[in-house]
């Protein structure tokens, strides 16, 4: 719940986020629209009044006067400053009681807080121009600049008007979105806790958007997937240990308990240790051989592996078995002419190879063939042993590389059944594939890795 | 009288077993039930080969190899344990262990390490070897009983001089593959004793007498009088 809660915080959080992000942009662009507007406006009056007072300056007191009126008259906002000082200082005419601190230069210049003439509520900043007439008297020239202000005002009030929506427009945005997400993470959580109860059937739910939750849900299901795969081979395993432990060891205690209770001699009872003992032995192969594959599970990943050749190490497996095919009659041969170069770990593919040939000779009956090939084709390696004997049939190949699987061929028993198991986690910890095919007559394992391309592009991956 | 070995064990079933056994083949034996105990016996010295388990009571025993090899203690060590992986057993080799053995074992596969360990080859640099009536020339590359030149294959050439090397004692198969051809388990068919049998085809001719025998249980011997 805390989770959903915080998401859900976290969804909104950022929705907060964007909306203060649009507002401070937003305002910044009105605020520059107005600062440019104000400007130039600024400029424009500042412009006029240079202008008026170059015009005006030279006219007769009477001329000047009349026109100072009729300026003021016309001034119905009452914004226009005018006045006319003598050339002590004293107002002769206009409505600007003191004259402004501005030097007298014909310039346009800002004063701020100069109260607004016919009033003395209000005080604001203007624009001043004061020009020296030739009789030494200053005209004065001047305008408020409250448009100015009531502009921003404008610019700020459609400012508030546009943002406000905006903003909860976004708000409302993110809210739906958060909740959205918590709905689907209640789904996904409620899910979880049914898998938890034993519902390994149950699925996160995928909407098909291929966004992110999507993209987790979609792996963690693969993972269910993988892992339901797993425990089902892992239920038909434990079966099958049960069974390959169980057997060997009521053998073994019945040979015992017939020793003890019937065998008459030393001789006799030492004969059912010795069988017990055999029994046991057996059992004992079937735990180390389970060790042994999780040993190469666990065991070592890419880190120790090395540059090695698999045609020098199907060389040596041919020297080591070839007496063995000798003395059942068996004709093996290795064609293996070039190096097989791959990256791996070297005992352990000289033992997946080792136990395909040892399963191929154990299978392959008086005047037949093995043969071992080791090549790269395509641009991957590859390992073949093919044998002419009684083959699988195409219904048995998948299953023959499961643990435990005892496949009767000829009706002989593969041993512990675990050799092939071992080579195929030995050839999957390589990222090698190892499948049997129909060799007419007999079976052909191959075992082939990725290519090189392939290779060079899942190192650059991790 | 031969030095005795060392057991540091703390299962005591096992224990027992390893004891009677390494008796059993004449060997004089002391036991060692905890760490503590272990590398005080250790260190005590006049031990000619230590068998120690890894785990004893959740302590690792490599560290005590590791302290011995620090205070300059070399006698051989033959580590078991139940740790399997290949990262295990390079860290109980690295750590100066001498040989590793992962459980379960049988115990001719121990006694017939332990023996090897206790008669390490000082010389190897030697290029003839003697063994009974066999003579190999390491340099030649020719073997000969009496006087007679036997015709070996390379990898019987090898095999034998790994008998050579180790006459009058028990070499078990998982010694000769990991040793002779390198690999590291046990295949399940019987095919090192082809190897063997072809070897012995060569080397006892007509009426000789049989030079490596079966060691019911437990491997091979190059029986030989001293």
């Given amino acids: ?462 | 009288m031969k030095p005795p070995v060392l057991v540091i064990e703390d299962e005591h079933d096992l224990a027992e077993e390893i004891c009677f056994e390494l008796q059993a083949s004449g060997h004089v034996v002391r036991l060692a039930e905890t760490w503590e105990e272990g590398l005080r016996a250790a260190r005590a010295g006049g031990v000619s080969v230590m068998v120690l388990d890894r785990m004893l009571h959740g302590e690792d025993g490599l560290t005590i190899i590791e302290r011995l090899r620090g205070e300059g203690n070399s006698t051989p060590v033959l580590v078991i344990s139940a740790l399997s992986s290949v990262d295990d057993r390079i860290r109980g080799l690295k750590a100066g262990g001498d040989d590793y053995l992962v459980k379960p074992f049988e115990l001719r596969e121990l006694t017939a390490r332990v023996e090897a360990l206790s008669r390490r080859i000082t010389d190897t640099r030697a290029t003839r070897l003697r063994a009974g009536p066999l003579e190999m020339d390491l340099v030649e590359r020719t073997v000969r009983r009496g006087e007679r030149l036997v015709d070996l294959l390379p990898r019987e050439f090898k095999l034998l001089e790994y008998f050579m090397r180790r006459p009058n004692q028990i070499v078990t198969r998982a010694m000769l593959l990991e040793d002779v051809w390198n690999f590291k388990f046990l295949p399940q068919t019987n095919v090192v004793d082809v190897h063997i049998s072809n070897l012995r085809r060569k080397i006892d001719e007509g009426g000789e007498a049989r030079l490596i025998v079966n060691v019911r249980a437990a491997g091979f011997k190059l029986h030989v009088d001293d």
């Fill in chain 1, 1 to 462: 719940m805390l989770t959903i809660e915080f998401l859900r915080a976290r969804a909104f959080r950022i929705a907060i986020a964007f909306a203060l992000a649009i507002a401070i942009a937003t305002s910044a662009v009105f605020a520059l629209i107005y600062l440019k507007v104000s400007t130039a406006d600024v400029e424009r009056v500042g412009a006029l009044l240079v202008d008026e007072s170059a015009k005006g300056v030279g006219d007769s007191d009477e001329g000047l006067r009349r026109a100072l009126d009729l300026r003021i008259t016309r001034d119905l906002r009452r914004l226009d400053y005018v006045a006319l000082f003598d050339a002590k200082g004293g107002l002769v005419f206009g409505n600007v009681p003191t004259m402004p601190p501005i030097p007298i230069d014909g310039r346009a210049h800002r004063v701020s807080e100069f109260p607004l003439p016919d009033s003395n509520s209000k005080a604001d900043s203007a624009i001043f121009v004061a020009r020296e007439r030739p009789d030494g008297g200053v005209l004065l020239l001047g305008r408020s600049l409250l448009e100015v202000y009531a502009l921003r005002e404008t610019v700020f009030g459609a400012l508030a008007i546009a943002l406000a929506p905006t903003v909860l427009l976004i708000l409302a945005i993110g809210a739906i979105f958060a909740s959205r997400a918590s709905r689907r993470l209640a789904r996904i959580r409620k899910t979880i806790a049914d898998i938890m109860n034993g519902d390994l059937g149950a699925r996160l739910p995928e909407t098909g958007e291929a966004d992110d939750i999507d993209k987790v849900a979609r792996a963690v299901n693969l993972m269910l997937d993988e892992i339901n795969r797993l425990l089902d081979q892992l239920k038909s395993v434990g079966d099958n240990i049960a069974h390959d432990l169980r057997s060997p060891l009521a053998v073994a205690r019945a040979k015992i308990e017939r020793g003890l209770k019937q065998g008459a001699t030393v001789e006799d009872q030492r004969a059912a240790m010795a069988d017990a003992l055999a029994h046991l032995d057996r059992a004992a192969v079937t735990i180390a051989a389970l060790l042994r594959i999780s040993a190469v599970e666990n065991g070592p990943r890419e880190r120790s592996f090395e540059d090695l050749d698999l045609s020098a190490i199907c060389a040596g497996i041919f020297e080591l078995y070839e007496p063995l095919a000798q003395a059942n009659s068996i004709e093996l041969t290795i064609e293996a002419p070039k190096p097989t170069l791959v990256r791996g770990d070297q005992d352990l593919m000289r033992e997946a190879i080792s136990n395909l040939v040892d399963n191929a000779i154990k299978f392959t009956p008086a005047d037949g063939k093995v043969r071992i090939e080791a090549a790269t084709i395509d641009g991957r390696p590859v390992v073949r042993v093919s044998d002419t004997g009684p083959g699988i049939p195409p219904q048995e190949r998948e299953k023959v590389f499961q643990r435990f699987y005892q496949f009767e061929r000829d009706g002989r028993s593969s041993g512990h059944g675990l050799g092939l198991s071992i080579a195929e986690t030995i050839a999957k910890l390589h990222g090698f594939n190892l499948t049997v095919e129909d060799n007419n007559p007999g079976a052909r394992f191959e075992l082939r890795g990725a290519d090189k391309a392939s290779l060079a592009l899942e190192a650059a991956h991790s």
